[in-house]
């Protein structure tokens, strides 16, 4: 297909997506009792970064990800996306998968793509355009006519982060999106999604429970724990890219792996 | 054989039976009338029946625009907001459980024995399970629907139009299904206990004089109404709501990805 004059390739400025998390705090009330869901989390996250949330359960790790997709306010702190702060949901600047793909059943898979963009009015062949080049980059290319319910697990979330990617943010951001997914695809999905990353430059901050998942996407692997949700360590993940499926039976994988899991198991 | 033709076949066998049996004197006529001997009957009546037709179609219709348009609306209230449903939800659910067609005399009181008393009526049986299907629709919308629409900056108006409006018709057309017949069997019924014209009320009047080909005429007649509404919302199933039908071809294993269509695109 002839690119359109007016689509813009699928990659974001180079000083794009910094993310800057100054003393998050976060409280809600449950049974009329005030519980502090996250206490005084600060976290730098440069453009272009692959960064990875681990931390047992009820460590606030997905409500961080919600107040960075500005879908949550946070209780104290601040939380910056380009310099700017995030006060409500911004597709320009954050996209956001989620962990069951959450597509439109009653729309195909280019229509879901579509949708971000014709919430804000963009031409049908404008949207079309930008669908069908997003599809392509998620290795989609002619399925676009399929219903969710016609389409794996996989090609789900490829259609999910297809949508993410199509109004071009400079941050994606990624809830356990392949939770749902049996081991072999997650395996292939891992390696789809770092190839869609090197390819648009993103910022990407990743949920998961997987700590080999963890190890194996991140640059930088951010251990949290639980009630309050507290940032207990920051690994930088030195192994080299591409990553490959060697890695994961070495031993600096493995001593990587292990020091995440000593963490967790004494928080949990 | 396929399973279409089989059908096929037993509703050819049934109508042949229908015209057999009584022929042959294996069942009385004043039981089942013939086939053909029914719409002989129906035929030589044709203007009576026409206008008793006309009568039962207005009242459905009117019933009908009542039961849904105000199921809808109020099961969406209802489904949306979870005040009113408390208050609400229970009371219109036992009242679901109860035989209205013991208030029929009292509407007939009220309203007289013309069609504004089975318009009530047939309005309020067919209301009931329109409403409740509508706001089992709304309140099990997915939220996670909501939230990926709300993170793609969806505004409320958006997420009502694009996501809840779409999400919930299947389970709002299935109400409708039940909704609408109820409101044809609610006018035919009314019609049948206290009233002067409609055909309900032929069937009636036939029956009190063993005019077995009659009443059988004005059966066939309500039978094709029913028919005819399964028609219609099928097809507004079909138009409006294929997401929902499972059956749609297989499903896509990952495989289908990996093997030649999946190229790195950069």
Same mark, same amino acid.
């Given at each position: 297909m002839q690119p359109l004059a007016n689509v813009t390739p699928l990659r974001s400025p180079p000083r794009a997506g910094a993310i800057q998390i100054n003393d998050v705090g976060q409280v809600y009330k449950a049974r009329g009792q005030d519980v502090l869901a996250l206490s005084q989390v600060s976290l730098d996250i440069k453009p272009g970064r692959f960064v990875v949330l681990v931390g047992p359960s009820g460590c606030g790790k997905s409500t961080l990800l919600m107040m960075l997709a500005g879908l949550r306010q946070p209780t104290s702190g601040t939380i910056l996306i380009n310099g700017t702060p995030i006060t409500q949901p911004d597709p320009d600047r954050v996209g956001v998968v989620f962990q069951e793909a959450s597509l439109f059943p009653w729309l195909t898979a280019e229509d879901n793509v579509e949708f971000p963009l014709?919430?804000?009015?963009?031409?049908?062949?404008?949207?079309?355009?930008?669908?069908?080049?997003?599809?392509?980059?998620?290795?989609?290319?002619?399925?676009?006519?399929?219903?969710?319910?016609?389409?794996?697990?996989?090609?789900?979330?490829?259609?999910?982060?297809?949508?993410?990617?199509?109004?071009?943010?400079?941050?994606?951001?990624?809830?356990?999106p392949f939770a749902a997914l049996d081991e072999q695809t997650r395996m292939t999905m891992g390696d789809e999604l770092l190839r869609i990353w090197a390819a648009t430059g993103k910022t990407v901050v990743f949920v998961t429970h997987s700590l080999t998942e963890a190890v194996y996407l991140a640059d930088e692997v951010v251990v949290m724990s639980a009630r309050p949700g507290r940032i207990v360590d920051q690994l930088q993940i030195p192994l080299p890219r591409p990553r490959t499926y060697e890695m994961l039976s070495g031993d600096a994988f493995s001593s990587l792996r292990d020091r995440i899991w000593r963490h967790i198991r004494k928080s949990a | 054989?396929? !399973?279409?033709?089989?059908?096929?076949?037993?509703?050819? &066998?049934?109508?042949?039976?229908?015209?057999?049996? +009584?022929?042959?004197?294996?069942?009385?006529?004043?039981?089942? !009338?013939?086939?053909?001997?029914?719409?002989? $009957?129906?035929?030589?009546?044709? %203007?009576?029946?026409?206008?008793?037709?006309?009568?039962?179609?207005?009242?459905?219709?009117?019933?009908?625009?009542?039961?849904?348009? %105000?199921?809808?609306?109020?099961?969406?209230?209802?489904?949306?907001?979870?005040?009113?449903?408390?208050?609400?939800?229970?009371?219109?659910?036992?009242?679901? &459980?109860?035989?209205?067609?013991?208030?029929? !005399?009292?509407?007939?009181?009220?309203?007289?024995?013309g069609s504004e008393s089975k318009i009530a009526f047939a309005s309020i049986y067919g209301f009931l399970p329109t409403m409740l299907a509508t706001a089992a629709g709304i309140q099990t919308i997915d939220p996670q629907l909501l939230l990926a629409a709300r993170s793609m900056g969806a505004?409320?108006?958006?997420?009502?139009?694009?996501?809840?409006? +779409? &999400?919930?018709?299947?389970?709002?057309?299935?109400?409708?299904?039940?909704?609408?017949?109820?409101?044809?069997?609610?006018?035919?019924?009314?019609?049948?206990?206290?009233?002067?014209?409609?055909?309900?009320?032929?069937?009636?009047?036939?029956?009190?004089?063993?005019?077995? !080909?009659?009443?059988? $005429? %004005?059966?066939?007649?309500?039978?094709?109404?029913?028919?005819?509404?399964?028609? &219609?919302?099928?097809?507004i199933e079909r138009k409006c709501a294929i997401w929902q039908t499972g059956t749609r071809g297989a499903q896509a294993t990952d495989d289908d990805v990996a093997t030649g269509a999946m190229q790195p695109a950069t």
């Open positions: 014709a919430l804000r009015g963009v031409s049908k062949a404008e949207r079309r355009a930008r669908a069908e080049e997003a599809l392509k980059l998620v290795g989609l290319e002619g399925f676009g006519k399929r219903h969710p319910q016609e389409l794996s697990g996989g090609m789900k979330q490829r259609v999910s982060i297809a949508r993410g990617l199509v109004q071009d943010p400079p941050v994606l951001l990624m809830d356990e | 054989m396929k !399973p279409s033709t089989l059908r096929r076949l037993i509703v050819i &066998a049934l109508i042949a039976l229908w015209e057999i049996l +009584p022929r042959t004197g294996l069942v009385p006529e004043l039981f089942l !009338p013939s086939l053909s001997s029914t719409l002989k $009957a129906g035929f030589t009546e044709a %203007g009576e029946y026409g206008q008793a037709l006309l009568v039962t179609l207005y009242e459905v219709g009117v019933s009908m625009a009542f039961a849904c348009g %105000g199921g809808i609306l109020l099961g969406a209230l209802v489904g949306s907001l979870p005040r009113p449903r408390v208050l609400i939800m229970p009371m219109v659910s036992s009242l679901y &459980a109860v035989p209205l067609v013991i208030l029929y !005399p009292v509407f007939t009181v009220w309203l007289g024995i505004t409320l108006t958006q997420r009502l139009v694009r996501v809840v409006l +779409p &999400a919930a018709i299947p389970t709002v057309l299935s109400g409708l299904r039940i909704g609408g017949a109820l409101v044809i069997v609610g006018v035919v019924v009314s019609e049948m206990l206290i009233s002067s014209a409609g055909i309900g009320y032929l069937i009636s009047r036939y029956r009190t004089i063993l005019d077995s !080909p009659h009443v059988f $005429a %004005g059966v066939l007649l309500v039978l094709a109404m029913a028919v005819a509404f399964n028609a &219609a919302i099928k097809w």
